[in-house]
């Protein structure tokens, strides 16, 4: 593609040469989802719906120029036959195993790539139960201290790395949520941060010491659980000195994914928002997990933040004053990965007359994940090869919580956040931005 001015002097991305790893803690049912897709995809036996680094186009230049090339062509993305899977899991079921255990995908699909799946047998997990009560697991690694199991985690990357040839690895969340944790000193700075794995200390959880491991190995780590994880000063400022990019937290799927469009929608056109009831039901192992309360609340936390910061009530109190916001989520077995979500949102219109409106979402969960996992384990692979590091904000399309700089609010609606991300990638391209300014036949 041509480069022109916008993007000043900064150097062009390196090239995707050679394999790209891609390392998940979790080998449930996004991870296996994933990776059963992008084999299927492979093999030429399915489409990669949902993913926007394989089916979606980006406009360049002005509209009479007509051009609108595929994002992985107009970017270099690593090829889905340039990525190979790896995992981590307290339970030592194969992706095969894991992923008929799921319950996603139905047999007619996994059946034709078996053998791949097989073959992907998770390393043990740096687990402790305190962190997930929900679980119990066997394949679990046992060190001295929490940074022994980190090193232990560093090793494992190194180890597969060079096992597979690969040039560069990413690492993508896609494990159980933990419970609770607010940052506290011990993520203040990354000197109290490796005292507290070296004391053992209770605020340092598994998912930190992924993260930590990933950031020390040069590995972009991006994450899909609400946890808090990379968010804390100290592995931020871990990750910027070291020139990793990191990104979370928490997959936009479901319910908020249709929050973020509908809500939008509403303040787009000064509408009114009394209430805003979500509830949904879900059997899955995710659900179980859910449904403890304190890994509940990691995960309500992150669904409650997105109407206030897209409807701005501080700029528009008259229509967003004191709405009320509920989420609920029931475990119920029965449905197993196919999550059914129902929304009653009391709007307010002209002269104060109030209207209703429900949406019932028939969704699946996993289903919805899987390309989520796919487009951040290429978009953060060439983040870093285009120079960027600490959070990509520019990413927060993919997320319910997104991550953002200290004192910044996070951009939640869906509809700004793709303007950003795509004009994201013009400008790391040497593309002009698009301003979708209506003046083309008016030139001053
Ligand atoms: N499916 C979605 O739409 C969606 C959306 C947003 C976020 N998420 C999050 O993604 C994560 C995965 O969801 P899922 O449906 O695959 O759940 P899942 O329960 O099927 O899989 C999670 C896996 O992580 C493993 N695990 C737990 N702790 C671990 C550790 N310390 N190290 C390595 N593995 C560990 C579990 O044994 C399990 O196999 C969850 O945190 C979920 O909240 C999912």
């Not at 996994?110 to 053998?115: E, G, H, K, V």
């Not at 929608?265 to 192992?285: D, F, H, Q, V």
């Amino acid at each position: 593609m041509q480069a022109s001015s916008s993007a000043g002097n900064r150097p062009a991305p390196r090239p995707a040469t050679g394999r790209l790893g891609v390392l998940t803690p979790g080998l449930g049912a996004v991870a296996t989802t994933f990776i059963a897709g992008v084999e299927s995809i492979r093999r030429g036996l399915s489409k990669p719906i949902g993913s926007l680094t394989q089916m979606a186009t980006i406009r360049l230049g002005k509209r009479t120029d007509k051009r609108s090339p595929y994002i992985k062509e107009f970017v270099p993305l690593a090829t889905l036959d340039d990525l190979v899977f790896g995992a981590w899991d307290p339970i030592p079921d194969d992706a095969l195993t894991a992923a008929r255990k799921a319950g996603v995908l139905q047999d007619k699909d996994l059946a034709p790539i078996a053998d791949f799946l097989s073959a992907i047998k998770p390393m043990a997990a740096v687990f402790d139960q305190k962190y997930v009560s929900r679980l119990s697991g066997t394949n679990v690694k046992k060190g001295k201290s929490k940074r022994d199991l980190a090193e232990q985690l560093r090793q494992d990357i190194r180890d597969f790395k060079a096992k597979h040839k690969l040039d560069r690895i990413v690492m993508v969340w896609c494990a159980s949520t933990e419970i609770y944790i607010k940052a506290g000193p011990q993520h203040a700075t990354i000197e109290q941060f490796e005292k507290a794995m070296d004391r053992n200390d209770e605020a340092i959880a598994p998912s930190m010491l992924y993260a930590w491991a990933a950031i020390m190995e040069g590995v972009p780590f991006a994450n899909g659980a609400p946890n808090l994880t990379v968010d804390t000063p100290a592995l931020l400022q871990l990750a910027v000195s070291r020139g990793v990019p990191v990104s979370g937290k928490d997959f936009k799927t479901g319910q908020t994914w249709m929050k973020t469009v509908i809500a939008p929608g509403l303040k787009a056109r000064m509408l009114g928002l009394e209430g805003w009831y979500s509830t949904n039901i879900l059997g899955n192992r995710d659900g179980e997990v859910l449904d403890d309360p304190a890994s509940f609340k990691t995960k309500e936390e992150s669904k409650l933040s997105v109407l206030h910061t897209i409807l701005q009530p501080e700029l528009y109190p008259e229509l967003y004053n004191g709405f009320s916001h509920v989420v609920r989520i029931n475990y119920y077995p029965p449905r197993g990965d196919n999550k059914e979500g129902w929304d009653n949102i009391d709007i307010v219109g002209w002269m104060g007359y109030p209207m209703q409106i429900k949406v019932n979402f028939l969704c699946r969960d996993s289903i919805l994940a899987a390309p989520i996992v796919l487009d951040l384990a290429l978009f953060m692979d060439f983040a870093q090869r285009a120079g960027m590091k600490g959070i990509q904000e520019w990413l927060s399309f993919y997320f319910k919580s997104p991550m953002a700089a200290q004192g910044l609010q996070p951009e939640h609606d869906l509809f700004i956040q793709q303007t950003k991300l795509k004009n994201t990638l013009r400008h790391l391209m040497g593309e002009d931005q698009i301003t979708h300014l209506g003046l083309e036949y008016y030139p001053s």
